[in-house]
């Protein structure tokens, strides 16, 4: 079942602050945020594992609450390049190793005006 | 060093046709994942492979997809009897394939298929 984002779009100033939201109806085993430009490759931005472990670019913080299954990407001081659409890809619980596999929201559109 | 290639870019074809997408992962990455992204969506898994061997396709719509990784790096997404509702744009993806690295994936640019 795809995760819900929210909002599904955000428009700022530049140097304003956003956040995203990513919820599951699932137990996540991780959670994993990209950043897609308009006919470009999603980029990788954060992986956030149950457990509290996290790896990401030093710029990007989020957090990610086990109990409630939800993920927020924290986007501060905003730059003109911050915009894009950012998706949340989770990966589920499961009784085997963890290989990646990923079920994307539908995705949240930044735009950031000078 | 260089990132993931995808080939064709672009793509279009008639209904009912044949159609091959490749991929050529990062060097020395061992997981290979293929996903479907239609317009103003997520992209949607469809198969993953370690080394040679597809590890899940439970992502792949029905038999008319099928994809290969016959030596562990360049894979290939097969098509047959291509339908309008296959138009999509296709990524890969690559990861180094151990748990170490949390399995943080790199995209290729796409291939943007057109059915007509």
């Known amino acids: 079942q795809q995760p819900v984002q929210s909002p599904q779009a955000v428009i700022l100033r530049e140097g304003e602050d956003a956040v995203i939201n990513c919820s599951s109806s699932k137990a996540l085993y991780s959670v994993h945020w990209y950043r897609q430009k308009h006919g470009e490759a999603p980029v990788f931005l954060m992986i956030l594992l149950k457990g509290g472990e996290q790896k990401g670019h030093e710029k990007i913080s989020a957090s990610f609450n086990e109990k409630k299954q939800q993920s927020s990407l924290y986007l501060t001081a905003s730059q003109l390049s911050y915009s894009g659409t950012y998706f949340c890809g989770t990966e589920k619980v499961t009784g085997g190793t963890s290989y990646g596999k990923l079920t994307f929201g539908q995705g949240t559109i930044l735009t950031v005006h000078p | 060093g260089a990132g993931v290639s995808q080939t064709p870019s672009n793509k279009v074809t008639e209904k009912g046709k044949y159609v091959e997408l490749r991929c050529d992962p990062i060097?020395?990455?061992?997981?290979l994942y293929w996903y479907r992204q239609s317009l103003g969506q997520g992209p949607e898994f469809l198969i993953y492979f370690q080394g040679t061997g597809a590890a899940d396709d439970s992502g792949l719509p029905n038999d008319r997809f099928f994809a290969v990784r016959p030596e562990g790096s360049v894979s290939t997404l097969k098509i047959q009897r291509t339908e309008r509702g296959d138009s999509a744009v296709y990524l890969c993806?690559?990861?180094?394939?151990?748990?170490?690295?949390?399995?943080?994936?790199?995209f290729g640019p796409g291939t943007r298929l057109t059915v007509l």
């Open positions: 993806a690559s990861s180094l394939g151990t748990v170490i690295d949390y399995n943080e994936q790199f």
């Open positions: 060097s020395g990455h061992t997981a």
